[in-house]
């Protein structure tokens, strides 16, 4: 559909100098061959809304034969959701899911109460030289749903919605946002967008969540007369309505956010819940089945039926950061 400027988004000068309540720099690590961004948790903030890690991998280059392989490891209390711009990601799990990912497309898995998965640069992909370049974020879930059966959705590109006019392109990844909504099941108020700004247009931030942020992944924008390079986050107030403009290359950013979760959030290793006993039992399970190969699906944990000749050990405690 075409993109409506009637949404009334105010301009540039009547966004507040101090309507950007948190600023986050991420965090930059590499993991043997690429780099990755982390902006959620940061020490200023832990979430925006439900999502409680955001991670920008690449953009990366890769020769034949070579790629990324995640080994399988375990989730449980989140949703984890992933977005590419380049390459491609061969998603296994332990209910049985196998699917590649590609561009634009959307892989949403929901951990619930456990579930174990991998991912890897696809065979077809490592024929040849090949990029790597996407987002990867987590959704906590509510404490009504931490312990429902983990599940799978893929979505296809073309089923996306896409807002398309005025110098502006939008695909909805999750949620509802500008009158439209995307297919993927959620169990809170989220919204989560892919955006394309040419240089100098005009970008209003939904106002009717109260969480909200951009990232910016490409090009650079301003805010309030500030600008913004690639490699930012900004959070904003609640209720400020937020318009930003695209700089003389253009921008893309990834608008995230929703309605905030009703208590705190725990984060250890891939383990997110709302109390640190869930946490505990998690560790546990994860320790006692890897540690007696026969029992894989006897407990709470299984390996993906395709990709059940490695796994990720429980790391040491003392080298595991909590969020």
Known sequence: MSWNPALEPGCPADTG??????????????????????ALPAPQRQMVGPFIFFDQAGPAEFLTGAG????????????TVTYLFRGDFHHRDSIGSDQIILPGELNWMVAGRGVTHSERTSARARTGPHSLFGIQTWVALPESVEDMAPT???HGAKTLPVIDGDGVTLKLILGSAYGETAPAQLYSETF????????????????NHEDRGIYV??????????????G??????????????????????????GATLNGPRYVW????A??????????????????????????????????????????????????
């Open 269 to 272: 290793w891939n383990f997110v």
């Open 68 to 79: 990324v392989d995640v080994r399988p490891h375990p989730h449980i209390g989140l949703g």
């Open 232 to 257: 930012r986050m900004m959070v904003f107030r609640p209720g400020d309505r937020i318009t930003v403009a695209a700089g003389e290359q253009g921008a893309r950013l990834m608008i995230l956010g």
């Open 17 to 38: 100098a101090d309507a950007i309540e948190t600023l986050i720099i991420p965090r930059s690590r590499d993991l043997g061959g690429f780099e990755v961004r982390r």
């Open 192 to 207: 989560y967008a892919d955006v394309a700004l040419r240089a100098g247009a005009l970008f209003p931030m939904p106002d």
């Open 152 to 154: 799978f959705e893929h």
């Open 217 to 230: 992944l490409e090009g650079s924008i301003t805010v309030a007369g500030q600008p913004f390079e690639a």
């Open 274 to 323: 709302s109390s640190r006993e869930r946490i505990a039992a998690a560790k546990e399970a994860w320790k006692a089945q890897s540690s007696h190969a026969p029992a894989w699906g006897a407990g709470r944990f299984d390996l993906p039926a395709d990709d059940h000749d490695e796994f990720i050990p429980l790391p040491d405690p003392v080298r595991v950061q909590a969020g």
